[in-house]
C-alpha cells in the first residue's frame, strides 16, 4: 500500500512538472547559437557606401574631366588615383593602412608606377622614424607609461601651468637631437604626455568646456615650439 502511494505521489509530481513552463521538457531557446550566427554573418569587411564614394570620384576625375595638353596620361591617372587615396582616407572604407596599401596596389597593376617608384619612400629613414616614434606613442599608451610620466611630471614642476609649459620646451630640447622630425616628437612623444597630462588636471580632449583650460594651453605651447 506505501509502495503504491509513492508510485502515485512520483507520478503526480511527474505531472505537475510537465505542466510547469520552467519544466525540462520545455524546449529552451538557443541563445549561445543565435549570438554565434550573429556573431559571424555580421559585416565586418568594408564599407560599400564610402567606397562607391571613393572610387566614384577618382573614376569620374580620369575618365569624365577632360585632361589637359600638357599633362600626360600617366600624371593625370596617378592623380585620380591620388584623389581617391584622399577621399578614401577622410570618408574611411576602410582603416588607414589598409586603404593606402590597397590604393597603392592600384597604382602597381595599372602600371602608373614601377615597383622601386611606389616603395621608394620605405627607404626614407625620416619617415621609418617617424613610424617608430609612433610605435612608442602607441606604447605609452597601452602600457600606461604616459600617465606615469605625467604624474611625475605634475609633481615636479606642476606647481603652475607655465611650469608645465617650460617643462615641456626643455624636454623638446634635450630630444630634439635624437628625433629630429617634428611631427614624431609632437605626436609620438609629447603628444600622450599632454593628454595624460591634461586628463589629469580635468581637460578632456573632446569636452567643449574642459578643452580650453590646461590642455589648449600646453597643446598650443607644444605647437610653437614645434614650429
Not at 600624371?75 to 593606402?100: E, M, N, R
Request: proline share 6%.
Amino acid at each position: 500500500m506505501a509502495q503504491n502511494m509513492e508510485v502515485s505521489q512520483q507520478h503526480s509530481s511527474f505531472v505537475n512538472n510537465n505542466n510547469e513552463p520552467n519544466s525540462i521538457n520545455t524546449p529552451v531557446l538557443p541563445t549561445r547559437l543565435i549570438s554565434r550566427f550573429r556573431t559571424r554573418f555580421h559585416w565586418h569587411g568594408v564599407k560599400p557606401i564610402p567606397l562607391i564614394f571613393a572610387l566614384t570620384t577618382g573614376l569620374i576625375l580620369r575618365f569624365a574631366v577632360p585632361k589637359p595638353d600638357k599633362v600626360t596620361t600617366r600624371a593625370w591617372t596617378l592623380l585620380s588615383i591620388f584623389l581617391t587615396t584622399i577621399t578614401g582616407l577622410v570618408y574611411a572604407p576602410l582603416p588607414v593602412g589598409a586603404w593606402a596599401f590597397v590604393c597603392l596596389t592600384v597604382t602597381l597593376i595599372t602600371k602608373t608606377l614601377s615597383f622601386e617608384e611606389a616603395f621608394s619612400a620605405m627607404t626614407n629613414e625620416v619617415i621609418w622614424l617617424i613610424v617608430v616614434a609612433f610605435f612608442f606613442s602607441r606604447g605609452f599608451i597601452k602600457t600606461g607609461l604616459g600617465d606615469r610620466v605625467a604624474t611625475y611630471f605634475i609633481k615636479w614642476m606642476g606647481r603652475k601651468t607655465i611650469g608645465l609649459a617650460y617643462g615641456l620646451v626643455l624636454s623638446e630640447a634635450l630630444v630634439s637631437p635624437a628625433i629630429p622630425s617634428s611631427t614624431a616628437r609632437a605626436g609620438g612623444v609629447f603628444g600622450p604626455v599632454i593628454k595624460s597630462v591634461s586628463v589629469n588636471n580635468g581637460s578632456m580632449p573632446f569636452d567643449k568646456k574642459s578643452a580650453k583650460k590646461i590642455g589648449s594651453y600646453l597643446s598650443m605651447s607644444q605647437l610653437q615650439v614645434c614650429t
